[in-house]
């Protein structure tokens, strides 16, 4: 049978205290890289989803460029804009806001109407 002794104990105790001494710094580095690289990883999603939400942007402002280069394009700006129409064609102003309808009314009166008369007249 062995005999164990008070100096083989110590320096067992301080070898066992030593690995563990190592073993906390390893795991506290171990457990630091892997915080930074589990937020690596969140960041690089990020910026891939802004990069697909700029490269769905970029597609839709590339498609409204090629929109804008149509003749259809500009033929719908300068009806719109400068009230050009084709040979043949007839435009009707339709006079949705009754804001003609205000002079109309004038003539009938006599006089000038306020605002809650004027709309009286335009619903009823």
Known sequence: MRKISLKNVLSFK????????????FSFNFFKEYNRNRQLNN?????????????????????LAEYLDTEQYLESEAR??????????????VNI??????????????GLLTNPAKWWRYFF
């Open 80 to 93: 719109t804009k400068f009230g050009m129409q084709k040979a043949g064609e007839k435009a009707i102003m």
């Open 97 to 110: 806001l009754g804001f003609g309808e205000a002079s109309s009314t004038v003539k009938e009166t006599g």
């Open 14 to 25: 301080a070898a066992f205290i030593g690995i563990l001494i190592l073993f906390c710094l």
């Open 43 to 63: 960041e690089i999603k990020k910026l891939e989803a802004t990069a697909k939400e700029l490269e769905a942007k970029n597609l839709s402002i590339l498609n």
